[in-house]
């Protein structure tokens, strides 16, 4: 006996099965997923966004889609299954700038976010700390 993997649960006859397969393609199951990369997003309609990624991964359960105005603050947009390489969004708003970043997931943990593509062009912000130099009367 070489490696001992515990779950919280039972598995399904399922999930058997795909960890039997990944085992005997010699899949390390007892690690967290490598990172998603080489993400693009891409404006295909008005407020709609293709997204894809190359899976580096061959123990995901599934991968986390996050979405965020700023590039800070992400919320999820969508959660996909294993081997997924591609999602197709809807914008809450056809203008503005929207980043985005994936992550594959297991039942030991999380991969690093891959990087994060843009897609838009940000509203422009108002000036702040403005000064008056001069006035001249005419």
Do not use: H
């Not at 005997?24 to 998603?36: Q, Y």
């Not at 709609?48 to 991964?57: E, G």
């Not at 969004?89 to 980043?99: N, R, S, V």
């Amino acid at each position: 006996l070489c490696d001992v993997a515990l779950w919280n649960r039972a598995l399904s006859g399922t999930e058997i099965a795909q960890l039997y397969s990944q085992q005997m393609a010699g899949v390390n199951l007892a690690a967290a997923p490598i990172a998603p990369s080489a993400l693009i997003a891409q404006v295909i309609s008005g407020t709609t966004v293709q997204i894809t990624w190359l899976d580096n991964s061959s123990n995901e359960s599934g991968f986390v889609l996050q979405r965020s105005v700023d590039g800070t603050n992400f919320t999820t947009s969508a959660t996909l299954p294993s081997n997924a390489t591609a999602w197709v969004d809807t914008l809450p708003e056809p203008t503005g700038a929207y980043a985005y970043r994936v992550k594959a997931a297991n039942s030991l943990g999380d991969s690093e976010y891959s990087g994060v593509a843009w897609v838009g062009q940000p509203s422009p912000t108002a000036p702040t700390r403005l000064r008056v130099l001069g006035v001249t009367a005419q």
